[in-house]
């Protein structure tokens, strides 16, 4: 038996980390979902914009690249978020059980598990992404506007799977930590710049879009789409895009770290309220 008094920290995270791994071998099927529910988004999103048309001139073959690229961005969230609340509420009561017998520490609990999320985070966005890239004719200038494509995928990923550990920490009910997660992710995409123009935003509300992950990538996305073409900074001034590429993609990167940080803190924070 793990004692948290007597075992090194790396030994806890080994530990949890290995039961979290052999719990999805021997429960295949929130894998199976997950590859099922990848498969279908991704060949609805290659249906819905197979080959799309880039006409410079044509307005609305500019707005459907636009959207493509929210709506995938968006089910990236969406498929990550889902598949912690999936697990983690259901392994509260257990892991509050062996917490409170001195098993292990907080954080082997929540660095180990990061260890069996961090695969998953990566091989979903990978499929995603070599599948719908060059299905919908995304920017081909050079194999670098793949992997930036590719990284703001994975830092979608990295956002959804913090915002579904910040409500499974709090929200025990797996129906209605889903629920919960609607009410977070809707208000993020209003705040993308596609939905609503910066521009026309009151000051009051403005604001908003700087703790939306959706803001980050899509300006992230919209200059990879138009890296070498002189749309590029038509459209960035357009949409009020103006923090840069990369400084956009750090920004998205560190927000999703930030509501990790955020479920660590309320994770202790429930565990001295129940002490």
Known sequence: MLKSNTQ????????????????????????????????????????????????????????DVHTALLFIATGMMFGTVQNVLMTFPVERPVFLKEYNSNLYSLFAYFFGRQLVDFPVMIFFPVFTSLALYWSIGFNTLSAGNFFIFLLCMIGMALAGNSIGLLVGSQIP????????????????????????????????????????????????????????????????????????????????IGLGLMIRLLSYISLKRMIKNLE
């Open 173 to 252: 009910d797996p129906k209605a930590a889903a629920g919960s997660v609607n009410a977070i992710i809707i208000p993020f995409l209003c705040f993308a710049g596609i939905v609503k123009n910066f521009g026309d935003m009151g000051s009051w509300i403005k604001w908003a879009q700087y703790i939306s992950p959706h803001r980050y990538v899509m300006e992230t996305m919209m200059a990879n789409e138009y890296d070498g073409s002189p749309l590029q900074k038509q459209f960035l001034d357009f949409y009020h895009y103006d923090l840069g590429m990369w400084e956009s993609w750090l920004l998205l």
């Open 8 to 63: 090194t920290l790396g030994h806890q995270i080994r530990i949890i980390s290995k039961r979290g791994f052999q719990d999805y071998i021997r429960n295949p099927l929130l894998l199976v979902a997950n590859i099922i529910n990848t498969l279908v988004f991704s060949f609805l999103c290659g249906t819905l914009y197979f080959k799309l048309p880039k006409n410079p001139d044509n307005i609305q073959d500019q707005i």
